[in-house]
């Protein structure tokens, strides 16, 4: 087995999330002296036309091949446009990357089958293009070995979490704020296993429902809902859904949480406004049940949020408001500005594959072992 060198060791990595926003790049170094450390970033917005056929494809009963190979295609070239911008103010040429990883677009996530049928989880990705665009070696296809050895196959990030944060005396909590919302827990106590689940919907049911409503991609700040009221008893219908009961291992997506699972819910009366303020809260009531599902012992708690929705001043509030025992900080004190983690996650994923070291955590996917997840495909 090899181990990491000392000087350091440069990756991309390419995320783009279930909000379908853009394609988030991240340049980082490893070395065995610290965590992972970011160099730089770019954050290539996803064309329009691109973003529809996501959409699209994402709740597609049918999808022709063709659809799909388009969108397959328009998705590589921008994420090599993305490598390519992140790259140009820099004096890191190509040939200094040792892997870019790519996490592709996912399209569908069926960690337990669907109506009987074999477990799966799709992500959009054409590794070979991209290493023949940027040449530069892509590792990818990072989930589905996880989802072979039994697990969820997501999700992947507290695995980087734990590399990020170590352990300190603190019980501290990752909350990514995505599209969908997941938690990691390192415990104050190194021993304690990392536990991390998908809490449910964040900003995916947020972002849909402004759009059909005020148009544009999402709430700035929050300030719609904000306008709101909270409709307690929609509230108590939509956290009905078994998903929010259901212990770890979890991991979830647009195949539940989507526009019609809401407009399911909903009795006609309430105000768009109203729907928003509430959507907001079963984010943040939704986060606070899963950090109580925990059952962490008495001690300070950290909880460092990140993603998307950290800007989102409202439902920041809510959160605030309903885990009073946490001290919510940014993990920009780390080095990590809240939007660039997961997109460091995928490269240090990259990292992990080419030292043929595991990726996964088996306490957090439910996975029968840690394994080496991905495939190489070298420049
Ligand atoms: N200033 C802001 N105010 C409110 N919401 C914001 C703001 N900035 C970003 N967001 C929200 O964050 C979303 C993007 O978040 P992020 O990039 O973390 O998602 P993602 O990477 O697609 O998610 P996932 O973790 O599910 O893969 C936007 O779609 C929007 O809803
Ligand atoms: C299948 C899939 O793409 N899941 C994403 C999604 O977005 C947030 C949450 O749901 C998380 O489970 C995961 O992403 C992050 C990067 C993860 O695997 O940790």
């Known amino acids: 087995m090899k181990t990491p060198t000392a000087s350091p060791l440069y990756y ?9 926003d853009g394609i988030d790049a991240a340049l980082i170094a490893i070395d065995n002296a610290s965590p992972p450390r970011l160099l730089a970033t770019h954050a290539e917005p996803m064309p329009d036309e691109l973003h529809r056929l996501l959409l699209t494809l994402c709740h597609a009963e049918q999808v022709s091949f063709a659809q799909l190979a388009a969108a397959e295609h328009a998705f590589c070239q921008c994420q090599a446009q993305a490598v390519k911008q992140l790259l140009a103010p820099l004096s890191v040429e190509l040939e200094q990357i040792s892997a870019i990883g790519s996490h592709g677009q996912t399209i569908e996530h069926a960690p337990k089958g669907h109506n009987g049928g074999p477990a799966y989880t799709l992500q959009l990705d054409n590794p070979s293009l991209l290493a023949e665009l940027t040449g530069c070696t892509v590792v990818a296809d990072f989930r589905r070995r996880d989802l072979a050895a039994g697990g969820q ?11 990020l944060f170590g352990r300190s005396d603190a019980h501290q909590l990752v909350l990514n704020l995505g599209g969908f919302a997941n938690l990691t827990w390192l415990s104050s106590q190194p021993t304690d296993p990392v ?6 919907p964040a900003n995916v049911l947020l972002d849909g429902w402004f759009s059909l409503h005020q ?8 300030d719609w809902a904000a306008s709101g009221k909270i409709d307690e008893a929609l509230l108590a219908r939509l956290l009905s859904e078994p998903f929010f009961q259901q212990p770890p291992p979890r991991s979830t997506g647009r195949e539940l949480f989507h526009l019609e699972w809401l407009q399911q819910h909903l009795s006609g009366q309430e105000t768009a406004a109203n729907v928003q303020a509430t959507l907001a809260e079963l984010t943040a009531v939704s986060v606070a049940q899963g950090i109580e599902q925990l059952q962490i012992s008495d001690g300070s708690l950290t909880l460092i949020t990140a993603g998307g929705g950290a800007h989102n001043g409202y439902l920041m509030q809510r959160l605030a408001h309903h885990i009073p025992r946490a001290t919510l900080t940014s993990p920009s004190a780390y080095g990590w500005p809240e939007d660039w983690i997961e997109a460091g996650a995928f490269a240090w994923l990259a990292h992990q594959r080419l030292h043929h070291l595991p990726g996964n955590l088996p306490s957090v996917t439910g996975a029968q072992g840690a394994r080496v997840l991905g495939g190489i495909y070298a420049a």
């Open 12 to 20: 991309i990595g390419l995320m783009s999330g279930t909000s379908l």
């Open 153 to 163: 196959a997501a999700p992947l990030a507290p695995a980087f979490h734990q590399a």
């Open 195 to 200: 536990i991390g689940f998908d809490t449910g």
């Open 215 to 222: 148009g544009g991609r999402f709430d700035q700040d929050g």
